[in-house]
């Protein structure tokens, strides 16, 4: 006798008995996968819904289009056609790009470039996105630092108040 049939878990048993099992088993993990399958689906819908929710319906439209029309840095699109296509201003364009870069809600990078905007499609492209974007931060600083250097230098960021706004000066220091 071979070995495979020997082995058989039905051998010392009634073999259309466990065949009949065995499809019983089968319609219930199938209605079990199903029955999953939907639950995972509208588990999915809540979410996206929730997701959705949070932002306004012209930054999904931004997203939308970046993610769709503008993949990769070659196919950038300009802040001045993506401002006019969608009907908004170059500000709240500006506004509108910083909420999805700085949002978990959307999953693509929005990179820029002097040709303008465009949802990366390499790990080259996020990396040069955020090296524009660290460099832009770091010019930021120096001018912050630059300020405070000039403020405390010339009594720019000294308050005068007199006497009655003396308490109120004192409360700041000892809120530090």
């Known amino acids: 006798m071979r070995d495979d049939v020997k082995d058989a878990p039905w051998i010392g048993g009634d073999r259309e008995e466990y065949q009949e099992q065995c499809s019983i088993f089968d319609e219930d993990y199938a209605d079990y996968l199903a029955t ?3 639950e995972d689906h509208k588990a999915a819908q809540e979410e996206e819904a929730i997701r959705r929710s949070r932002h306004a319906d012209e930054v999904w439209g931004v997203y939308g289009y970046i993610t769709t029309a503008a993949i990769g840095e070659t196919n950038a699109v300009s802040a001045r056609q993506l ?13 509108i790009i910083n909420e999805i870069r700085t949002s978990p809600d959307f999953e693509k990078v929005i990179g820029s470039c002097t040709k303008g905007y465009f ?3 390499t790990i080259d492209e996020v990396d040069r996105a955020n090296n524009v974007l660290r460099h832009h931060a770091l010019s930021e600083l120096q001018v912050y630092w630059a300020n405070e250097r000039k403020a405390g ?21 000892r809120a530090e």
Not at 83 to 95: A, E, F, N, Q, V
Not at 153 to 173: M, T, V, Y
């Open 36 to 38: 999953k399958a939907d």
């Open 83 to 95: 401002s006019r296509y969608l009907g908004i201003t170059d500000r709240k364009l500006r506004d």
């Open 119 to 121: 949802a990366c499609s």
């Open 153 to 173: 230098r010339n009594g720019q960021g000294k308050i005068i108040c007199g006497e009655d706004g003396k308490p109120f000066i004192e409360s700041l220091a």
